[in-house]
C-alpha cells in the first residue's frame, strides 16, 4: 500500500465550479497534511496545510481532514483558467526526519 | 514565503560527464535537505536527506556514489549527478527545511544526451 494516494483521474472543471480533490493515507501516525500546486515545468507551490481534524478555509481553497477514516481533501470553489495544474497530496509523520511523502497528483483542468 | 534559490534552472549534458545542482536558503537556515526528483508525469520522488554536516541518507534504489550530496552548511546544499546517463533526464528539485516547514527550490530540468 502506497503512503499516499491520489486515485482521481485528470478532472476538468467548468471556470467557476467547484473542484474536489481526495487524497488516503496509511500512516496513521501521521500528523500535518499539505496541499501542493505544480504548475507544468515548475516546483511546487505550497497552497494549503492542515494539522487538525476539520476543515480549513483559506480563500477560495478549503482542505479538510479526516485522521479516523485517513483522507484529506481540498476543494477549490469558483475554479479559474488559471488552477488549471496538478495538485500533490503531501503528508508528514512523527519522526522520519521531517521527510514528506507525496501522492501521485491530480490534474485539473479549468474550461473557460 | 521563504526564498530558496536553485542553479541551474535547466541544464545539458553529455554522456559520462557530471552536472552540479546547487541550492541556497537565502534568508533562513535549513537544518535538513531534501533532494527530489520528478519523471514526468509522476511524483515527486525522494532522493535522499541529508543534514548539515553529515552524510546524506539516500532512499532504496538510489546510488550514493552517483548522486553525490554535500551539505556543508546550513544555507547550501549541493547534488551532483556523476557520470550521467540518458535515463538522468529528470526534473531535480530542492527542499530546505526549517524545522517543520518545508520550501522547494525552483527546480533543476536536467537532459542527458
Known amino acids: 500500500q502506497k503512503e499516499v494516494e491520489q486515485n482521481s483521474g485528470p478532472l476538468s472543471v467548468p471556470e467557476g465550479a467547484i473542484a474536489s480533490l481526495n487524497c488516503t493515507y496509511s500512516d496513521r501516525g501521521s500528523q500535518s497534511f499539505f496541499w501542493y500546486r505544480q504548475y507544468s515545468g515548475k516546483s511546487p507551490e505550497l497552497i494549503m496545510s492542515i494539522y487538525s481534524n476539520g476543515d480549513k478555509e483559506d480563500g477560495r481553497f478549503t482542505a479538510q481532514l479526516n485522521k479516523a477514516s485517513q483522507y484529506v481533501s481540498l476543494l477549490i470553489r469558483d475554479s479559474q483558467p488559471s488552477d488549471s495544474a496538478t495538485y500533490l497530496c503531501?503528508?508528514?509523520?512523527?519522526?522520519?526526519?521531517?521527510?514528506?511523502?507525496f501522492g501521485k497528483g491530480n490534474q485539473v483542468v479549468v474550461i473557460p | 514565503g521563504a526564498v530558496v534559490s536553485q542553479h541551474p534552472s535547466r541544464v545539458i549534458c553529455k554522456s559520462g560527464t557530471s552536472v552540479k545542482i546547487e541550492c541556497r536558503s537565502l534568508d533562513f537556515q535549513a537544518t535538513t535537505m531534501f533532494w527530489y526528483r520528478q519523471f514526468p508525469k509522476q511524483s515527486l520522488m525522494l532522493m535522499a536527506t541529508s543534514n548539515e554536516g553529515s552524510k546524506a541518507t539516500y532512499e532504496q534504489g538510489v546510488e550514493k556514489d552517483k548522486f553525490l550530496i554535500n551539505h556543508a552548511s546550513l544555507t547550501l546544499s549541493t547534488l551532483t549527478v556523476t557520470s550521467a546517463h540518458p535515463e538522468d533526464s529528470s526534473f531535480y528539485i530542492c527542499s530546505p527545511t526549517e524545522n517543520t516547514e518545508a520550501f522547494f527550490g525552483q527546480g533543476t530540468r536536467l537532459t542527458v544526451v
Open positions: 503531501a503528508v508528514r509523520s512523527l519522526g522520519g526526519n521531517n521527510r514528506l511523502a
